[in-house]
């Protein structure tokens, strides 16, 4: 409430000081702009920079601490008999304090030390959005005051706003890379809490999978164990019968709509594949779980095999028919990137539409192509909804795709959709496998990007 | 010189008697490398032909299966909002009262119990709410019509079949002869299904609706595009117009690109690790959710607005540094201007993407079952693809019919979202 009402402050100091500052720099001057250094309106905004940039940066700073910040305060308030545990029952407490705090019911019945706490908590951030309301007006109203005092003719306000100007959009350039760093490590930093407890060569090559762990020591059947050789392989079953379907029938789309079809036909057929391209994976997922593998399963069955109602072959098809469209429209770029001189040179020797396409073109396009496939294989081992909900949940280790497999990226889903202990192997795991799939997704993606790059110079 | 002129001599021999260019092994080959030219060009239109027809089979599935989740069965009672039931908020009496009259037939109890499965358990509420807010109703007879069960409507859309042995069909003789009786009475109709557009989600599929999504995904796209959109143009804006080319640019470079190639559910673990495990900020919630959405559609949203920048041709920004402008003037005043359409597409294109896409918001608890319309930014909250993806979960065959109507809701979304793109782009597209 206060935050809004501090926001919504800011915004008007920024405005009048925008007036503010602009009137009083043409003022400043009796009115001949030309006298002064910068144009008014610069003046203007340096006014207003002045008076919501401190204040907004002190609510960032504010915004991201707060939390903690109180929730030290209330929790050094705390008798030791509560806070002297570790930090899974210190954690714990937290989170009944904020509960408690935010009117969540608790199971249990609560500690009226933590009722207490809660209401300190509660306290303590409302007199902190308070003090928050009250110093970044204070400092908005005097960095305005500030600004304004210094507006004069010879003020090189341009240059000031231009360079503050400057700094905010590097800054916003290296939000990319601050993704990157951020996502790196904190794969990394869980992964090596993951590989604390399982042996990475462990996880890396052996070969059976099953992450339930044993609740108690006397539980049968849940042996956490964390060997990821079926995971990969059903990725790598379920990636293969997609690329089977999608680099075919990609690459032929694309040869045809490039070369083939007329321009009339092509108005008409890019956008039937920008569709495919454009629809949702949950909704693949669910066409896959609900029509194509009942469809698959009684065409095998009719034909006497044994087809799991979660088959690979199902989920693998699907996944293909989505990345036709990211197939075609790569390969279709570096089709029409071969230049015209070479088709005309294979023509001129009398060679056929399929001979020149077959013997010139593609070997000119082929690096791209590669490309492209491994772009396409890229996000094939990445997708995640179609085979959670098409695929199976049992690490089989099999080659047939008859049979139900399941993925890296079906596992990370469902061990980390609800409910979850954040120390538990089991749910580190996830983690783990996180990191596997991006160090091999970012290397296909970084080797094909590379030599797209390359191919790309070779006949501009 | 002279074997030219030899071979000249012996083609024009060969040619008195036939041609070498009509020899029976030169027209086998010619047949061949034609029927070759058909074959691949038949290949090419198959693989435009399969891409094709995939596209009509999804959706045909999608809409044969889901066009029927619009129409709800209704069933007629003659409700007397009689005081005492009324005050001891008894309307479930009430409802079954009226049920009873209208099957005169059920008299048993076992008959009557099962006649209580008829209507949605959502009906006495129903009926509750429409008498708070008419208190004026109570001791009259009122004509209501309220939800049937979702298996009975499944029935009268023919989804169960009458000629399954009893043992095997969902309802019994019983309902069914109860549900004639209704029908041959009038007491059925089937009516536009409203609740599926001014509900939140329910275990029951007949008083389950999509509202609590839509607020959920439209929560989710405004933290995204309020983050995404400005950060994205400035980043695009430095490195396309101020940037100095070097080490550093490059790697910025190499990394957007990379960024964008990076599988959705990373984005999710991100989250996950850093947005709910460092900062502790709520499970669930559209601000979250919008968050990882924005570092998502960061790099689509950079990458569309650098080639927008790229394609204002180099003499504006000339022109506009010859007679004075700073270089920041420069690009406010021209270059962003003109480059704003390209922009404005490819942000709507990345915002289509961030709302079809599922997988981020699994990971950071976006998936629980939600009753309540989100109200706000840190509310626990579900959005349209994720209720897809718990609707598809559902065993009950009205769920299945209610998730292909989620879809269709979804991509009527995302349809309209890039015809505004397409208008945008053929509206404002420029030549130089």
């Known amino acids: 409430m206060q935050l809004t009402v501090l926001l919504i402050i800011l915004a008007l100091l920024t405005v009048i000081g925008y007036q503010m500052g602009r009137s009083r720099a043409v003022a400043s001057v009796g009115g001949r702009v030309v006298e002064l250094h910068s144009v008014p309106s610069y003046h203007g905004f340096y006014v207003a920079l002045w008076a919501g940039l401190p204040a907004l940066l002190l609510f960032a700073f504010w915004g991201a601490s707060e939390g903690w910040l109180v929730m030290q305060m209330v929790l050094s308030g705390l008798p030791d008999r509560l806070v002297n545990g570790d930090a899974q029952s210190l954690g714990l407490l937290r989170a009944d304090i904020l509960n408690l705090a935010h009117g969540v019911a608790t199971g249990r019945e609560p500690d009226p030390e933590v009722v207490a706490a809660a209401e300190r908590y509660l306290r303590l951030h409302a007199l902190g959005d308070w003090s928050l309301l009250v110093i970044g007006c204070c400092i908005a109203i005097g960095g305005l005051l500030y600004a304004r005092g210094r507006i004069d003719p010879d003020l090189r306000a341009r240059n000031r706003v231009e360079r503050t100007v400057n700094i905010a959009l590097v800054i916003c350039s290296l939000v990319a890379i601050l993704t990157t760093i951020g996502i790196v490590l904190s794969l990394l930093f869980e992964a090596i809490r993951f590989f604390a407890v399982v042996n990475p060569l462990d996880f890396l090559f052996g070969t059976h999978w099953s992450p339930q762990m044993a609740m108690r020591a006397d539980q049968v059947g849940s042996s956490g164990s964390f060997g990821a050789i079926p995971l990969f392989a059903g990725t790598l079953l379920i990636t293969g019968i997609a690329m089977a379907v999608a680099v075919p029938v990609g690459l032929m789309a694309a040869i045809f709509m490039s070369e083939y079809a007329s321009p009339g036909l092509r108005t008409w057929l890019k956008p039937i594949l920008e569709v495919l391209a454009g629809i949702p994976t949950v909704v693949y997922g669910f066409f896959a779980a609900l029509t194509m593998a009942p469809f698959v399963r009684d065409v095998g069955n009719s034909l006497g095999l044994s087809v799991s109602s979660e088959s690979a072959l199902a989920a693998g098809f699907v996944m293909g028919v989505m990345i036709i469209p990211f197939v075609s429209s790569l390969s279709d770029d570096v089709i029409n990137a ?29 690096p791209g192509i590669v490309a492209a496939v491994m772009l396409a294989v890229s996000r094939a081992i990445g997708e995640t909804m179609i085979v959670t909900m098409a695929a199976g949940l049992t690490a089989n280790l099999t080659a047939n795709p008859l049979d139900a497999v399941t993925t890296v990226t079906t596992q990370i889903a469902t ?12 749910t580190l795991s996830a983690f783990g496998l996180g990191l596997v799939l991006f160090v091999v997704t970012l290397t296909l993606n970084m080797v094909a990007l590379r030599v797209v790059q390359k191919y790309r110079e070779k006949y501009d | 010189m002279t074997d030219l002129v030899e071979q000249d001599t012996r083609a024009m021999s060969v040619a008195v008697t036939k041609s070498r260019y009509q020899s029976e092994e030169f027209s086998a080959r010619l047949r061949r490398r034609y029927a070759a030219e058909r074959r691949f060009r038949i290949a090419g239109m198959l693989a435009v032909g399969v891409a094709s027809l995939m596209l009509v089979i999804l959706l045909g599935s999608i809409v044969s299966k889901g066009y029927t989740a619009f129409w709800q069965a209704q069933i007629r009672l003659e409700v007397t909002l009689d005081k005492q039931h009324v005050e001891e908020r008894n309307y479930t009496a009430l409802v079954r009262q009226a049920l ?26 129903e009926l509750e709410a429409m008498v708070n807010a008419n208190p004026s109703l109570v001791g009259t007879t009122q004509t209501v019509w309220v939800r049937a069960d979702d298996e009975i409507d499944q029935f009268m859309k023919g989804f169960i079949r009458r000629d399954v042995p009893e043992s095997e069909r969902r309802l019994n003789d019983v309902k069914i002869a109860a549900i004639d009786a209704l029908v041959a009475n009038g007491s059925i109709r089937s009516t536009f299904n409203t609740t599926l557009f001014t509900a939140g989600d329910s275990r029951e599929p007949e008083q389950a609706g999509i509202l609590g999504a839509v607020v959920g995904s439209a929560l989710t796209l405004v933290v995204t595009m309020l983050l995404s959109v400005p950060i994205g143009i400035a980043a695009a804006v430095y490195l396309e117009e101020f940037a100095p080319k070097n080490r550093w640019t490059d790697l910025i470079e190499v990394n957007i690109n990379n960024l964008a190639a990076v599988p959705s559910i990373i984005f999710g673990l991100l989250g996950l690790a850093v947005f709910l495990g460092f900062f502790g900020l709520p499970r669930s919630a559209p601000l979250v959710g919008g968050l990882v959405m924005a570092l998502m559609t960061l790099p689509v949203i950079i990458i569309a607005s650098r080639v927008a920048l790229k394609a204002v041709p180099p003499s504006i920004r000339e022109a506009a540094l010859g007679v004075g402008a700073s270089p920041l003037q420069t690009v406010t005043h021209h270059v962003l201007p003109l480059a704003l359409p390209g922009i404005l597409t490819g942000t709507i294109i990345g915002m289509a993407r961030a709302l079809g896409e599922t997988a981020p918001l699994l990971m950071i608890g976006m998936v629980a079952f939600i009753v309540d319309i989100p109200g706000g930014l840190t509310d626990s909250a579900t959005a349209i693809p994720v209720q897809i ?21 979804l991509l009527a979304f995302l349809i309209l979202m890039n015809g505004l793109a397409v208008f945008l782009r053929k509206k404002f597209e420029r030549r130089w």
């Open chain 2, 100 to 125: 009873y009259a209208q099957v005169p037939a059920a008299t048993d109890r076992a008959t009557r119990r099962s006649l209580n499965d008829l209507l949605s358990s959502g009906a006495p509420y």
């Open chain 1, 338 to 366: 071969v230049p015209q001189s070479l088709r005309d040179g294979s023509y001129g020797l009398g060679a056929t539409k399929s001979e020149t396409i077959r013997l010139v073109v593609l070997p000119a396009a082929l």
């Open chain 1, 415 to 426: 061990l980390l959709v609800g409910d979850q202990e954040f120390d538990s192997p089991k």
């Open chain 2, 389 to 409: 993806y718990m609707w598809a979960d559902s065993p009950e065959r009205a769920f299945t019919e209610r998730t292909s109507a989620a879809i269709l809701i």
